[in-house]
């Protein structure tokens, strides 16, 4: 990742326990070796919710990766990908604009193989353009889906996918 110019990723999403325990640990230090700065994962629900901030070209530009609430999200007592909640995500997001000069949301939910968003998704990406998002990436589609611009923000509803194993048999 690092020799194609990747230098931050985000962590939420429901496959980060896919490997276990210690597939998501051998991710974060290979992360950690590559000088690979990560988000949206955490030992435990509050630091799980730690943002991303990058400076860039002057900007302040801070990335939020959250997931739905399905198999790997955090407790507070256990480790895990920051999961979306409609309270303290658009907390984060206006706490985010506020410092911030652009705040990227990555978002791994909607429905796996759907081009469109449903209706619920796509209130919820408009809530966060509203709440101060300047772009919404939404993934778990796992295809390309389709574009929206809402209220001067951004939203692109399926990203496609970088690399997903799929069984030989599928």
């Not at 007592?77 to 706490?95: K, L, P, Q, V």
Request: hydrophobic fraction near 30%; glycine fraction near 10%.
């Amino acid at each position: 990742l690092k020799s194609v110019g990747f230098d931050c990723c985000g962590l939420s999403n429901n496959h980060a326990f896919d490997f276990g325990i210690q597939g998501i640990l051998d991710t974060k230090k290979a992360l950690d070796d590559a000088g690979i700065v990560y988000t949206g994962f955490g030992d435990n629900y509050e630091d799980s919710r730690k943002n991303l901030v990058i400076d860039k070209n002057g900007e302040k530009i801070c990335i939020i990766t959250v997931c739905e609430h399905e198999y790997s999200y955090a407790l507070e007592n256990r480790m895990g990908s920051r999961a979306y909640d409609e309270y303290d995500t658009m907390e984060d997001i206006r706490n985010a604009r506020k410092e911030s000069d652009r705040v990227i949301i990555i978002y791994h939910g909607g429905k796996e193989e759907c081009a469109y968003p449903s209706p619920r998704l796509r209130k919820l990406c408009r809530a966060m353009v509203k709440n101060g998002a300047d772009v919404v990436v939404c993934q778990h589609s796992h295809c390309i889906g389709c574009y929206e611009e809402f209220e001067g923000g951004h939203i692109l509803y399926g990203e496609g996918n970088f690399h997903f194993v799929k069984p030989k048999d599928a």
